[in-house]
C-alpha cells in the first residue's frame, strides 16, 4: 500500500510515482484512488494515456471494474506539453506502451515540482521488461508493485499470461479475452509444456 509521504516543502519538490504489476491487479484503480484523493483537495491535475489504448473508451481512462477519470490521449509523450499548464499533478496510465521519451518528460515535470503518477504493466506477455517501465522504475522515488490473484491457484499473481499462444507480438490489446494473471509457480508450468 502507497503512503504519501510528501517532502515538507511539497510545493517546490517534484517526484516520480510508479505503480506497476501484471494484469488485472489494480494498477488503474490504484492510480484513480490517488487522483481523486488529490481532486478531492482541489489540487490541479492532467490525467494521460496512450492513443493506442482505447479498449474501453478515447476520453477517458477506466479500469477493468469500470471505475473511470477524465484523460487526454497522446500519440507522442512530450505532446504532453501542449495540455501542461503547470499543473501540480500529472499522471499517465499504460505508460509502458510509450517509448523511451515518457523517461525525460517524467523527469523534467518532476525536476519543475511536478508529481508525476505513472502506471503500467512492468513485464509484457513473456515477463519480458515492458518498454520504459525499468527506467523509469529505477527513476522514481516511489514505486507501488500491485498484484492480481492468480487464476489457477489463488495466490497472489505478478505475470499476464497470454492465453492464445498464435499471437506473438509484443503489444496486444485484450482484457479477460485474452490475458489471465499467473503466479510465479503457475507461469512456469504453462510456460515449459
Known amino acids: 500500500m502507497f503512503l504519501e509521504q510528501f517532502p515538507q516543502d511539497g510545493k517546490s519538490h517534484g517526484w516520480i510515482e510508479v505503480i506497476c504489476g501484471s494484469m488485472f491487479s489494480g494498477k488503474t484503480e490504484e492510480l484513480i484512488r490517488r487522483l481523486k484523493r488529490a481532486e478531492f483537495a482541489n489540487q490541479k491535475l492532467l490525467l494521460f494515456k496512450p492513443k493506442l489504448d482505447n479498449r474501453y473508451a478515447e476520453e477517458q481512462v477506466i479500469s477493468h471494474n469500470g471505475t473511470a477519470f477524465e484523460a487526454i490521449q497522446l500519440d507522442r509523450p512530450d505532446d504532453l506539453f501542449q495540455f501542461w499548464k503547470k499543473e501540480r499533478i500529472v499522471a499517465i496510465d499504460e505508460v509502458q506502451f510509450f517509448d523511451n521519451t515518457i523517461i525525460e518528460v517524467a523527469n523534467t515535470l518532476a525536476n519543475k515540482g511536478v508529481r508525476v503518477i505513472c502506471a503500467g504493466l512492468d513485464m509484457d506477455f513473456s515477463a519480458k521488461p515492458f518498454g520504459p517501465m525499468p527506467y ?22 505478478q505475470f499476464s499470461h497470454r492465453i492464445s499462444k498464435s499471437d506473438k507480438e509484443q503489444v496486444l490489446l485484450g482484457a479477460k479475452d485474452k490475458y489471465e494473471p499467473l503466479c510465479r509457480s503457475c507461469y512456469n508450468k504453462i510456460k515449459h509444456n
Do not use: D
Not at 136 to 157: D, F, M, Q, R
Open 136 to 157: 523509469l522504475l529505477s527513476n522514481a522515488e516511489y514505486v507501488t508493485k500491485v498484484h492480481a490473484i492468480c487464476v489457477s491457484c489463488g495466490v497472489p499473481a
